[in-house]
């Protein structure tokens, strides 16, 4: 039974690009979630999904940061322009749905901005 | 404002001995507590959890404890093993808000 699936698992771009996450759920998981990882913060909840709608963007640092998910099995993860201090770990993780705690993390993408 | 904290960057721990590692949290709304294990290059995995109406939860080598009146909790494994030097994550769930909000990590390593 296959994961959570990210891609890319690493990706170099210079300031000012356009970058674009993208991770499909569990099969079945009603829920989705997208973090960040950095020394500093830890893993940082910045948005997430239930039954393919927004439910909590307030973790998004700024309006260069959008997500969308247009089906169940679909997310993506948009930062436009990039910046260096953008670069940190993404992941997605999903869950059966929001009453259930226990959250399945894909491998996550490296994100390095030049 | 860090609502989890995990005050400990690293730790190392002999192959056979006990390994402790602390979270403390500041909302007292909390529901569970649950602990994630990171491996390099891949995503956190589930551990063990604890609901805040419990004060211990073990399975196998690994419990963990919580301390409401101090909102402090703690992740025991017993015998410590070299595969379980890894990053662990302490994470707090609130059932109102429906997510989860992890701590900093703790890199375990555990030496031969």
């Known amino acids: 039974d296959a994961g959570v699936i990210q891609s890319p698992r690493h990706e170099v771009t210079e300031m000012g690009q356009e970058v674009t996450l993208r991770c499909k759920p569990i099969?079945?998981?009603?829920?989705l979630f997208w973090y960040r990882q950095t020394m500093m913060r830890g893993l940082e909840l910045l948005i997430y999904?239930?039954?393919?709608?927004?439910?909590?963007d307030s973790g998004m640092p700024e309006d260069r940061f959008s997500a969308k998910m247009p089906n169940a099995s679909f997310s993506t993860l948009k930062i436009q322009p990039s910046e260096p201090r953008d670069s940190a770990v993404y992941f997605c993780?999903?869950?059966?749905?929001?009453?259930?705690?226990?959250?399945?993390f894909g491998p996550g993408t490296r994100l390095t901005v030049l | 404002d860090q609502q989890v904290k995990q005050n400990s960057p690293s730790l190392s721990v002999q192959e056979g001995r006990i390994s402790i590692l602390n979270c403390d949290y500041t909302?007292?709304?909390?529901?569970?507590f649950l602990w994630y294990k990171k491996y390099p290059a891949e995503g956190p995995t589930f551990l063990i959890s604890?609901?805040?109406?419990?004060d211990k939860n073990e399975d196998g080598r690994f419990t963990v404890f919580l301390n409401k009146s101090a909102k402090h909790l703690s992740l025991h494994i017993v015998p410590s093993q070299p595969g379980d030097s890894a990053v662990y994550f302490c994470?707090?769930?609130?059932?109102?808000?429906?997510?989860?909000?992890f701590g900093t990590g703790t890199r375990l390593q555990v030496t031969l």
């Open positions: 993780a999903s869950s059966a749905g929001l009453a259930d705690n226990e959250q399945f």
């Open positions: 099969s079945g998981h009603n829920s």
């Open positions: 999904f239930n039954n393919n709608v927004p439910i909590d």
């Open positions: 909302n007292s709304m909390f529901d569970y």
């Open positions: 604890i609901s805040s109406i419990k």
């Open positions: 994470a707090a769930y609130t059932g109102t808000a429906s997510k989860l909000t």
